[in-house]
């Protein structure tokens, strides 16, 4: 069983910066963060391959946010850039064996972190 703790979101204004972080147990996984705002659907973020090699962008937030990991620490960052207000949900990490850029290609999830943005 793989668990996965979401930390490091808040709240910041429109230009700001955050790197929300994912801890996971057990073994390695491909990792992908989701995204989903009130009355939405959850809509995919980006994903790293578990050897760091091989990242994947939604075009809403390329170029803005940089996706990572640290095998050694079994933590993946998702570090955000130039913060948006429509950037504003509940961020989701997730685990499975595909660099897949839909939910279900994604066995385990976390509970999210609450990233807000204000104008």
């Known amino acids: 069983q793989v668990q996965l703790v979401e930390s490091g979101g808040g709240f910041v204004q429109a230009g700001g910066s955050l790197r929300p972080s994912c801890v996971a147990s057990g073994r390695t996984f491909n990792v992908g963060w989701f995204r989903q705002a009130p009355e939405k659907e959850r809509e995919f973020v980006a994903a790293?391959?578990?050897?760091?090699?091989?990242?994947v962008y939604a075009d809403s937030v390329k170029g803005r946010f940089t996706i990572s990991r640290d095998n050694a620490k079994n933590t993946v960052y998702l570090k955000m850039n130039s913060l948006k207000p429509e950037d504003t949900a509940v961020y989701y990490c997730?685990?499975?064996?595909?660099?897949?850029?839909?939910?279900?290609?994604?066995?385990?999830w976390g509970r999210g972190t609450q990233v807000t943005v204000s104008s």
């Open positions: 790293v391959g578990w050897r760091g090699g091989t990242t």
């Open positions: 997730a685990a499975g064996i595909v660099t897949g850029r839909v939910a279900y290609d994604y066995v385990y």
